[in-house]
């Protein structure tokens, strides 16, 4: 809804977000993921850009899967039936969350081994 005050808009959005964590298992798996990764990095400790890198792309994960979770039950509602284009569709969603994932699991890996060096 437009021009709502800050507050309803972070309270929204907040309520996208547990929805998300309590529907979607992908969300919680990105998490997952997350807290690993975050664990690695204090072990090793990297240079704080890779700080900056890392949390940029757990974000964009996490994003990407809102974004794919949020698509998928709006073409779910408009389009419940099974159709070859929904599915394609889906797919394509599921790929952009792939590219992203396998883009943040690179840094991660960059990351690592520059701190080893």
């Keep these: 809804m437009k021009n709502q005050p800050l507050t309803s808009k972070l309270k929204n959005a907040m309520a996208g977000i547990r929805y998300a964590w309590s529907n979607e298992d992908n969300i919680r798996t990105q998490a997952g993921l997350a807290v690993v990764t975050v664990i690695v990095f204090l072990l090793v400790q990297p240079a704080w850009i890779?700080?900056?890198?890392?949390?940029?792309?757990?974000?964009?994960?996490?994003?990407?899967?809102?974004?794919?979770?949020?698509?998928?039950?709006?073409?779910?509602?408009?389009?419940?039936?099974?159709?070859?284009?929904?599915?394609?569709?889906?797919?394509?969603?599921?790929?952009?969350?792939?590219?992203?994932?396998?883009?943040?699991?690179?840094?991660?890996?960059?990351?690592?081994?520059?701190?080893?060096?």
């Design 50 to 117: 890779w700080w900056a890198l890392i949390v940029i792309c757990i974000a964009l994960v996490v994003a990407a899967e809102l974004v794919n979770s949020a698509l998928e039950m709006l073409i779910d509602h408009l389009h419940p039936d099974i159709h070859p284009a929904i599915g394609r569709a889906k797919d394509v969603l599921a790929g952009m969350v792939l590219v992203v994932g396998f883009a943040a699991a690179v840094v991660g890996l960059l990351a690592l081994v520059s701190s080893l060096r």
